[in-house]
């Protein structure tokens, strides 16, 4: 498409003048501004829902700390004309200048440092409702090209996108279908994953934990039992990353992986807690009833931000499992430890000593 082509030009041949140039003339268009919680403005329709991202609050006032907040600057007709994205270093933050036209709306993104151009995107609307979107960039996926479709009644029914990375493309298509009300109720993704489903609003989050704790205990119990370990261990290691939580997966830490760790010359003292380099490390099995669920209370705990209770429920589990350990049969060695924490171990240390209280000081200097 020429307009691909077009985009992919100017990205590449933007300079820090044209920077400064569209910063300059679009900040003195903003009227006004105001504080966000974090992102919450996006063109493309039901963005939050198809990430699985909540949606930040607007602030009365700016934030004690700017950090992870955004800052947005409106025009006089209300429209947000510029963005910036704080992280989580208060001096840092990207900068987003949306530059619109009666038929379109073009988004520049900059880098949070040198503010280098990462993004253009170009969105195009007939009669009010968005019908193709272009993004190119300056990073992995090169660029995106999608096309929305609409039924009579104006709803949008599906959107069709390309995606191009540097060494592969592959199509994302999104359906979309509605309840009784018009209101959204699933998005499906290349027909067969559902990314997003309309939450039962007689069900709270507190007794979906329940559900998920109960489920999770179930599974992982029925996994350590059907993939028994023969060799020594030190460590069954429940492991989660920073997103899709549920379920975590299963690592063992074996008594020859620890040694061979100890002997060597530099020592790593983080490697030995690492469920990544462990020789017997398994994503959990289950079936299609649990893994829906799971997917489901993953979209709810990243929409409402509930990613600390979700944590403390797998915790929970995980100390379900240490008073059942005996019936796994496990070969364990005498300071044998069962611990849950993320892959990035930044909550290993806090809750190894939840979990292990009677081996903390024992373990305390060797734990990063």
Known sequence: MREIADLKIKIEHFTKADFEQLKSETENQVATWFWATSDLYNPEPFHYESNNWARGRKLKEEPEKKAQHHHYGLNA???IIVERQ????????????????????????????EKEIEQISRFYYQ??????????????????????????????????CHLEFEDFETDRNHEYKYDQFGLLETITENQESVIYQKPDKSISFKQLTV??????????RQNIHQHAVQEELYCLYICYGNADLFPPGIAYG??????????????????????ADYQFNMDVKMDKETENFFSFYNQ????????????????????????CL????????????????????????????????????QFKKDLP
């Open 127 to 160: 009669q009010d409702r968005l019908t193709q979107h272009i993004t190119v960039a300056d990073n992995q996926c090169k660029c995106d090209y999608a096309t929305y479709h609409y039924d009579s009644h104006q709803k949008l029914i599906e959107k069709k």
């Open 326 to 361: 005996n019936e796994f049969k496990l070969n364990k060695t005498n300071d044998f430890v069962i611990i849950a924490a993320d892959n990035e171990q930044a909550d290993l240390k806090k809750n190894f000593k939840v979990m292990n209280p009677e081996l903390f000081e």
């Open 86 to 113: 704080y992280t989580s270093f208060e001096s840092y933050f990207y900068e987003l200048f949306f530059i619109r036209t009666h038929d379109t709306i073009t988004r520049y993104r900059f880098s949070y440092d």
């Open 211 to 220: 559900m998920a704790e109960e489920r999770l205990f179930t599974v992982l």
């Open 77 to 79: 007709q209300g429209e």
């Open 300 to 323: 709810e705990t990243e929409m409402q931000q509930k990613q600390a209770v979700a944590k403390k429920t797998i915790l929970n589990v995980t100390m379900k499992l240490k008073a």
């Open 254 to 275: 074996t008594k020859a992986e620890k040694d061979h760790w100890q002997a060597q010359e530099i020592k790593m003292k983080w490697i030995v807690w690492n469920p």
